[in-house]
């Protein structure tokens, strides 16, 4: 058990990033490593993402031709989360279905076995999109988990008459609009009309029914979007550009839960994963994450915690409650995966017909690990400090590094064979800084002013 402090004057909520993790680790004493387990240990209660599944290794791929590791892990590794002091947890991401609705269920399973509260996925919809609850010496923690991206065999859904129920992901999807002016608008409708695969509201095509399509609206229908709704939706429109809104009914019901979470709880958490951009990923967040954390907020959540572009990004103070876009990695361990499944090997071009000599450490394998990169690299535990009335008065960023020097070249310091280690450590000197002046420029632009003192972060008294 944590030594939880009475939280009467205001909530200290410990926050960690994304977990892409498969190795125990609570054997380790480096003061880099163990001073983390104090910063987490010391709040009211911990958050972090859980972007991994734990299984026995029975469960098989849910997918083919899948560019992303399947990630599994065994669920000894849940234990030593919460040995670190996490306390809840989000599952709702893109790898939640890596292993099918078993693999799913047994995430969850194992999850609870090691005391952890999670919330994001479910054996149906209700599952998935109701508040997790931590119970807490300080107080009622609620967390709602929520992903975009997911394909449609991912969504949870609910049980019709005698038709059960599919277990999956809480969904918030979204429709992207691609807009171009009239020329170039022009020559895609006149391409997709000769090849025979231009789609417009009204038309009566066999084969496909164009639903989802708004007037103005039109799409180009692959042969593999067969019976599937609104893909590539483009539109006229001045100049080039890509919009995108959140689904009216998944918006709804997850701010639903929200404002159930506010009134049967002190302290509510929204986390949203998000593989999706507007184009590339750069370092500003998509316009339907920023509408739906100010939504959020404004449906009674305390914070809103951002990821799934493996990347730190800005931090927004929206009507006195924080609003992080891009939490980062705080574990990032896919090249120790232990099995990897055919698919994987197939989709990154390795010679099939040795297929039985393949090894877990063939390259290339998994994404992040075809490129050096720091960002991929590091992020900060950062810890929250609220008022009595829940608004937030202080947050301090504690920079980690996970195994790379955050620079661009970033090369490995902390090996385990031929890799990077993957397990953070507390960041110092310029390492630190390089982690602290992105959160500080990237926050910029939502008025938010970060200062740095040394190795640490600050925004607020």
Not at 43 to 51: F, P, R, S
Not at 242 to 250: N, R
Not at 278 to 307: L, Q
């Amino acid at each position: 058990m944590h030594n939880r402090k009475d939280c009467r004057d205001g909530w200290k909520i410990a926050v960690a990033g994304e977990c892409m993790l498969n190795r125990t680790f609570s054997m380790h004493e480096e003061p880099e490593f163990r001073g983390i387990k104090d910063i987490l240990s010391c709040a009211d209660v911990c958050y972090g993402h859980l972007e991994m599944n734990f299984s026995d290794f029975t469960a098989c791929p849910s997918r083919g031709n899948w560019i992303g590791s399947y990630l599994q892990a065994d669920p000894e590794v849940a234990k030593d989360l919460r040995w670190l002091g996490i306390d809840v947890m989000s599952l709702a991401n893109n790898h939640s279905y890596d292993f099918g609705a078993p693999g799913l269920l047994d995430t969850i399973r194992h999850c609870q076995e090691a005391d952890l509260v999670t919330a994001g996925t479910g054996r149906d919809l209700e599952a998935a999109r109701e508040p997790g609850y931590w119970e807490g010496k300080a107080g009622r923690v609620a967390l709602i988990s929520t992903a975009t991206g997911n394909g449609p065999d991912e969504w949870a859904n609910l049980a019709k008459g005698t038709m059960a129920a599919r277990p999956g992901i809480n969904p918030l999807r979204i429709k992207m609009r691609f807009k171009l002016p009239h020329k170039e608008a022009e020559e895609l409708r006149s391409i997709g009309k000769n090849l025979g695969i231009l789609r417009v509201p009204g038309a009566k095509i066999e084969g496909n029914t164009p639903i989802g399509l708004d007037e103005g609206e039109f799409r180009l229908f692959m042969p593999s979007d067969q019976s599937k709704k609104g893909i590539g939706v483009f539109c006229e429109a001045e100049e080039f550009g890509i919009e995108s809104e959140c689904d009216p009914l998944d918006l709804e019901g997850n701010l639903r839960s929200v404002t159930e979470a506010q009134k049967l709880s002190d302290f509510v958490m929204v986390a949203h994963h998000f593989n999706l951009a507007e184009g590339k990923r750069g370092d500003v967040p998509p316009s339907f994450a920023v509408k739906f954390a100010h939504d959020a907020i404004d449906a009674g959540a305390d914070v809103y915690f951002g990821h799934g572009w493996h990347k730190t990004l800005g931090v927004e103070i929206y009507k006195g409650k924080p609003i992080f876009y891009g939490l980062g990695n705080f574990f990032a361990q896919s090249q120790f995966i232990r099995r990897i499944p055919y698919d994987s090997y197939e989709t990154w071009g390795h010679d099939m017909g040795q297929l039985i000599n393949l090894r877990p450490s063939d390259e290339p394998l998994h994404p992040g690990l075809d490129r050096a990169q720091a960002t991929w690299w590091s992020s900060a535990l950062i810890r929250l400090e609220y008022d009595r009335q829940k608004q937030i008065k202080k947050i301090t960023f504690h920079p980690v590094e996970l195994g790379r020097d955050v620079t661009k070249e970033a090369p490995i310091t902390r090996y385990t064979g031929s890799y990077a280690e993957g397990r953070p450590m507390l960041a110092t000197g310029e390492n630190a800084r390089n982690i602290l002046e992105r959160f500080q420029e990237l926050s910029k632009p939502f008025g938010t002013e970060i200062k740095i003192d040394g190795d640490l972060g600050y925004w607020g008294e």
